[in-house]
């Protein structure tokens, strides 16, 4: 069990930037120390959180919340659609309202990119007392899924140090993707890239190798994929869901040909026949349904992270 002075404490948690190695590994021991059931911080007063999702989502919303009552969090509800923002109130009112109310923490997932920056970069007319924790901002940031995901690998191989790990699909939409591949080089993995040439951008050469995913997929220790953004992707566009699968896709002929250790991850939702086969998803090779129980682990820690670094609940 780590020693209470090594967790890790942080004012907010918006970007896996901000991490050191060092961290990322205190909180995937901690995330786990909470799933094999070790004691939840004991609150010697109340911490009162809020979930602002400007966004759909299902996993990370209910794994916030989950994350939050096993804590011992109060969480307050609350529904954009119904609040003052549809009246035009800005996020920093919103913010500010709920902060005079007595919330200490809140867990927003934003459309627009950097959405946290002046949210946590007092001025002298704007001071936000209350703590950030991201959940997903635009094509930007997800690091509680980033994080999630390094818990899933961890608990397969033990380290991450040169490890071939994949990332395949919609790389320059994907928030999952800048968070994972910044991570994943930073923790000594060999990255390669793979999925619709027009979907990558030479911004990612930094962090690895583009290839065509049949040509590496044999020596890869991970293979992650990255839903298909049918918002953003139309038959209108030339975009086509057959041949996708066809190329990029975990079929069953691409499955067959993964080394024996080898894992598949997908961040979800599945577009079942398009970026996996069916038959697939609960595979014994898919961490699909673990990726998801590790988040609700892996988000206590986060929020446990915030809580310490505020000195909230008495901790």
Not at 159 to 169: N, Q, Y
Not at 289 to 306: H, I, P, S
Request: hydrophobic share 40%; glycine share 8%.
């Amino acid at each position: 069990m780590l020693k209470m002075d090594s967790l890790v404490a942080m004012k907010h948690f918006v970007s896996v930037e901000d991490l050191q190695a060092a961290q990322v590994r205190s909180l995937i021991a901690r995330a786990s120390f909470f799933k094999n059931g070790g004691t939840v911080p004991q609150f010697s007063e109340p911490v009162y959180a809020s979930n602002l999702f400007f966004e759909n989502s299902t996993r990370t919303h209910c794994s916030f919340e989950m994350a939050q009552r096993k804590l011992g969090i109060q969480t307050i509800p609350f529904d954009p659609s119904s609040s003052s923002v549809s009246k035009g109130e800005s996020l920093y009112d919103t913010l500010l309202a709920l902060n005079s109310l007595g919330i200490q923490l809140v867990v927003i997932r934003h459309s627009k990119v950097g959405y946290y920056r002046p949210l946590i970069n007092p001025t002298e007319h704007q001071q936000l007392k209350m703590g950030i924790i991201n959940a997903g901002d635009g094509n930007g940031q997800h690091p509680s899924q980033s994080l999630l995901d390094m818990m899933t690998i961890f608990e397969q191989f033990g380290s991450f140090a040169g490890l071939k790990i994949v990332i395949v699909g919609d790389l320059i939409n994907s928030r999952v993707a800048r968070s994972n591949m910044e991570l994943l080089h930073s923790l000594g993995a060999a990255l390669y890239f793979s999925g619709p040439s027009c979907w990558y951008s030479p911004e990612f050469d930094a962090y690895g190798q583009y290839l065509t995913l049949d040509e590496i997929i044999s020596e890869m220790d991970v293979v992650m994929l990255l839903r298909v953004q049918h918002e953003r992707h139309t038959d209108e566009n030339g975009f086509s869901t057959a041949d996708y699968y066809e190329h990029y896709g975990m079929t069953l002929k691409r499955y067959a040909r993964l080394k024996d250790d080898a894992i598949i991850m997908h961040p979800g939702p599945v577009n079942r026949g398009v970026e996996f086969a069916t038959e697939l998803v609960e595979a014994p090779k898919s961490r699909f349904t673990a990726q998801m129980k590790n988040g609700v682990f892996m988000r206590m820690a986060m929020l446990e992270a915030v809580i310490r670094g505020r000195h909230l609940g008495g901790l």
